[in-house]
């Protein structure tokens, strides 16, 4: 059964009075009952175990008075008392209606509909209440809700919400679970390392997080690291965990690679004689994991394929080098692989090619992902490409890599237009104006945004503010100044 301890079972009345008031007009002769003669009667039946009778007073009534909000209270609170969360969710939705200024009741009939399990109705009761009163535990209750249906794009976006209005570790472990289910491990691992680093209610999980993410990436060298740090800090819980069976896989990788080495040394310490020298020319089966690793990066297709199962992780330092990640050093750079997966992500991007831009520029992240330019430019990227939940959520990456610039906040409003009301975009721009008050291009992106909705006076004056804080040679400067002087 679901709560409604937050609110009485319905408004205080002078009971005893009433009662006795109604008792003696009905002594001296029939009349229409008062609302609150209706109320109070009710309330006797309803505390003599009659619910019955007390639901069909309250309902005949209201058939009479069809918005009698303190009547439409009472049969919600009745049908929850009586076990029947339908009608109360429905008398629920009817007070909110009925008095728009208490939207806690649309919390009230979305947790009536969760005892029954409509989760649809309950997505549309938080949605309806977000609208009016954003709080960052409902967007967590409809994020979990939309997760429950498979809507996973819509589940991101209500967690994306919340951590932004309340950042919490649990969020970010929702979060990195959501992105790697969407097979986006850069933005999982993002999330996943936030969450370590939040406090101890989510670290396990967090670095629970990027254990998987490395067994998947193969990254075994990462995940030594990181069940090292689990089983030091939190013992047991990796083998209460979905990856208990880590420890048997790493133990034989790490097997593999001790016979490897020791082969490879082996080669090295044999006689350097001609005959010898002659033989180790040919790739010996020992020497086919350093053959491995340099046959990966002969070019960028296969070495943006490894950058994108792979990249630094972000607590964590790496083991000793073994034989096979020396030769990955030698054949190239992670850096230049990096640069160069910008850089061509850029050029498709540039040319329209945003979806083949997209993926590349998810790669170079997956190497590195503290620059808040390649976020930027991955949002960019994903909106132009129609991906509409996630460019905000990169965009968001950007602003948290550098809150300070105006450039990023600007990229966030611009990509969630798409998925906001207009109401909110005003309100992240009036944020961002309060936080960048010396940005032209913060006072013009809220000038035109009053302009879309028709408030030309307010965005007249962002226009005048837009003209004193920009440079002459400012791009967007001889179209504004056209606009004032019409």
Request: glycine share 6%; aromatic share 8%.
């Amino acid at each position: 059964m679901f709560s409604v301890s937050a609110k009485p079972f319905w408004k205080t009345i002078r009971l005893v009075t009433l009662v006795i008031a109604s008792g003696f007009i009905l002594g001296c002769g029939q009349r229409e009952l008062t609302r609150e003669e209706v109320l109070a009667n009710a309330q006797s039946a309803a505390l003599a175990g009659d619910h019955a009778t007390a639901i069909q007073s309250l309902e005949a009534y209201l058939q009479e008075q069809p918005g009698a909000f303190e009547v439409i209270d009472a049969l919600a609170f009745l049908y929850a008392e009586s076990g029947d969360s339908a009608m109360a969710a429905f008398y629920f939705n009817r007070a909110a209606e009925v008095d728009p200024a208490q939207p806690e009741y649309l919390i009230y009939a979305a947790e009536a509909l969760e005892s029954i399990g409509d989760t649809a109705g309950v997505i549309d009761c938080y949605e309806r209440y977000l609208q009016v009163q954003p709080d960052a535990a409902i967007y967590r209750k409809l994020a979990e809700a939309h997760a429950s249906l498979g809507n996973r794009g819509a589940a991101l976006d209500a967690y994306l919400h919340a951590n932004r209005r309340e950042p919490n570790g649990t969020i970010q472990v929702e979060l990195g679970r959501l992105y790697l289910a969407s097979g986006n491990r850069a933005m999982a691992q993002t999330w996943f390392a936030s969450a370590a680093q939040s406090g101890e209610e989510s670290r396990a999980a967090g670095l629970l997080g990027l254990l998987e993410i490395a067994l998947l990436a193969d990254r075994f060298g990462d995940a030594e690291t990181l069940v090292a740090t689990l089983d030091r800090e939190f013992p047991e819980f990796l083998d209460t965990s979905h990856l208990a069976q880590t420890r048997e896989q790493l133990a034989k990788w790490r097997q593999s690679q001790d016979e490897a080495a020791a082969a490879l040394a082996a080669l090295r310490e044999r006689p350097t004689s001609p005959q010898a020298e002659a033989q180790t020319e040919e790739p010996a089966p020992a020497e086919s994991i350093e053959s491995t690793a340099t046959e990966l990066s002969e070019s960028l297709n296969e070495v943006a394929e490894e950058a994108l199962t792979g990249g630094p992780m972000p607590l964590f330092p790496q083991p000793a080098s073994t034989p096979n990640q020396e030769s990955r050093a030698t054949s190239q750079s992670p850096s230049s692989v990096y640069d160069e997966l910008v850089a061509l992500g850029r050029q498709q991007a540039a040319a329209g090619a945003h979806t083949e831009a997209v993926r590349n520029f998810q790669r170079a992240l997956a190497r590195n992902d503290r620059d808040p330019a390649v976020w930027r430019d991955l949002s960019q990227a994903q909106f132009e490409a129609g991906q509409d939940y996630q460019a905000p959520a990169s965009a968001t990456e950007a602003v948290r890599r550098a809150p300070d610039d105006p450039v990023n906040v600007l990229q966030y409003v611009r990509v969630a237009s798409r998925t906001l009301p207009p109401n909110r975009i005003l309100q992240e721009l009036e944020r961002a104006r309060s936080r960048f008050p010396e940005s032209a291009d913060v006072a013009l992106a809220l000038g035109r945004a009053y302009d879309e909705q028709g408030s030309r006076r307010y965005a007249g004056r962002m226009y005048a503010e837009f003209l004193r804080l920009a440079d002459q040679g400012h791009p967007d400067r001889p179209e504004i100044e056209a606009l004032l002087n019409n």
